[in-house]
């Protein structure tokens, strides 16, 4: 396994598990990958304690209680001990006791079941694979080639999750998931100024129109500014140092839109994610990734698109098929049975040997203020393939469960039904603790289960769930 993320991991542990089979990690930085000390477990350890606070306030009854402020340095304290203090050991502990290697350094493939290992001291060795090679080496943040940015030594997502101090002033480039949860987190710890530039006409572009529309009116309320239909044009700073300590530091920055000059403290990049395809030898085996971004093109095995003998796959965010992390360790579980049906001669006859989700069924949570939770299509996109659509859309907030969580509560849920077959496509929710509805969307789509099954699925009084009824009663 070339990269030791949860996708990387997990391959190795369904490759070789209840066999004598051997697994090698390779990995550069840290075992346990962009998830665990960079992306999902420190930023939703900075935004909970958030989203627990504003809960709070927003009872009658129970604002009351809360008499103070976060204490900041309790929230980075525990938001270190989730991310281990960047710290393996136990990651590796992990991997030995489930009898995977861990080799360190920077692995490239070198021609067929080959992986030479480039050691921090500059060592070399190679690595020849029995049954199958596994690349897993995820993405980076994509910095765009605006003037001045780069050399003004801009935070990326590693940066702003792993925040040692809190900026006063922010700017932050882009309207995705990152830039909104970023935003979220950066204003709840006490960033006095935060502006969100967002180049399209509005925040999280790929959800339904709704969701980012309610973000937006939601950062509004709070004192967030945002910026749609801007550009940034130029970033000047004087004074710019990388600290050595994992985030970076400076003076105040300028940054130009075509609405004047934003001064700033700190200034965050969340503009998309670039594979790490570079420099992993893809090359030797004859795999070219120009025609798909730098992404790996794979097959429904995950098997890596034009290599000959079944012995190199790619799982996670490297095959651009989904960029999140529990999808990257759904692949790793079919690539990792596959790998293991083949080395024993077993049949691939079973869904479980196929990444049947692909694009269509994948959930996903945005725990932004409001939450945005969906799964499968938006209305636009299954209009574009041609699904014979028919929506149906409820207000959160008059479900008596939602209105019980939160006073004042505001949200939305909308369901996307292919009407040829009766089954659900997609669906979307925005509101407050509105991931924990997504599970339930998911196994629909999954299994298509009919509206008409779906009516004698009764949801609990009074809960949230109860938006289910609601939706199928709007349709009928």
């Known amino acids: 396994m070339i990269g030791g993320g949860p996708a990387g991991e997990n391959t190795a542990q369904y490759a ?54 976060l204490d900041i340095a309790a929230v980075l304290d525990r938001r270190d001990r989730f991310t ?44 020849h694979a029995r049954h199958a090679v596994v690349v897993a080496t995820g993405t980076t943040a994509a910095v765009p080639p605006v003037p001045g940015l ?17 900026p006063r002033r922010v700017a932050i480039v882009g309207g995705g998931v990152v830039a909104c ?38 950062c509004t309320e709070l004192g967030i500014r945002v910026l749609t239909g801007a550009t940034v044009e130029a970033v000047s700073r004087d004074t710019a140092t990388d600290t050595g300590e994992g985030y970076l530091h400076g003076g105040p920055a300028a940054v130009l839109t075509g609405d004047g000059s934003i001064e700033v ?39 890596v698109v034009g290599v000959d003998g079944d012995w190199l796959y790619a799982v996670g965010d490297l095959c ?23 080395a024993e001669r077993r049949p691939l006859d079973g869904s479980r040997y196929r990444d049947i989700a692909g694009r269509d069924a994948v959930p996903a949570v945005i725990f932004t203020d409001p939450q945005v939770a969906s799964v499968g299509l938006a209305e636009a996109t299954a209009r574009e393939r041609g699904v014979a659509v028919e929506t ?45 509805l997504l599970h339930s ?14 009516w004698h699925a009764v949801p609990s009084y009074p809960t949230v769930s109860e938006v289910w009824l609601r939706l199928l009663e709007a349709r009928r």
């Open 16 to 69: 070789i598990r209840d066999s004598d089979r051997t697994a090698v990690i390779v990995e550069s930085e840290l075992v346990g990958g962009e998830c665990s000390y960079w992306a999902c477990m420190p930023s939703k350890a900075l935004l909970r304690p958030i989203e627990a606070l504003s809960a709070v306030r927003s009872l009658s009854g129970a604002g009351a209680a809360v008499t103070g402020s």
């Open 84 to 127: 281990s203090h960047h710290d393996d050991t136990s990651q590796v502990a992990w991997a030995s006791g489930a009898g995977i290697d861990v080799v360190r350094g920077r692995g490239r493939l070198a021609g067929r079941n080959a992986v030479t290992v480039t050691a921090a001291d500059g060592s070399i060795r190679t690595l």
């Open 150 to 166: 780069r050399r003004a030594l801009p935070w990326t997502s590693r940066d702003v999750t792993n925040l040692h101090e809190v």
């Open 181 to 218: 949860e970023s935003a979220t987190w950066l204003h709840g710890l006490g960033s006095e100024e935060v502006t969100v530039i967002e180049r399209g006409p509005r925040l999280l572009h790929r959800q339904e129109p709704f969701a980012g529309d309610l973000v937006k009116a939601r």
């Open 265 to 303: 403290d700190e200034i965050v990049v969340a503009a998309g994610r670039v594979p790490a395809s570079t420099d992993l030898g893809l090359e030797t085996v004859g795999v070219e990734t120009g025609a798909n971004r730098g992404f790996v093109a794979v097959d429904e095995h995950l098997g």
């Open 320 to 342: 651009g098929r989904a960029l999140l992390t529990h999808m990257g360790k759904y692949q790793a579980r079919v690539a990792g049975d596959v790998i293991a049906a083949r």
């Open 392 to 436: 149906v859309e409820y207000d959160l907030g008059s479900v008596a469960g939602a209105a019980l969580a939160r006073d004042g509560y505001t949200g939305r849920a909308k369901l996307v039904i292919d009407r040829s077959s009766d089954t659900l496509v997609g669906a979307t929710f925005v509101g407050d603790g509105v991931a924990e």
């Open 441 to 454: 969307a998911t196994v629909a789509i999954v299994g298509n289960v009919t509206l008409e099954a779906l």
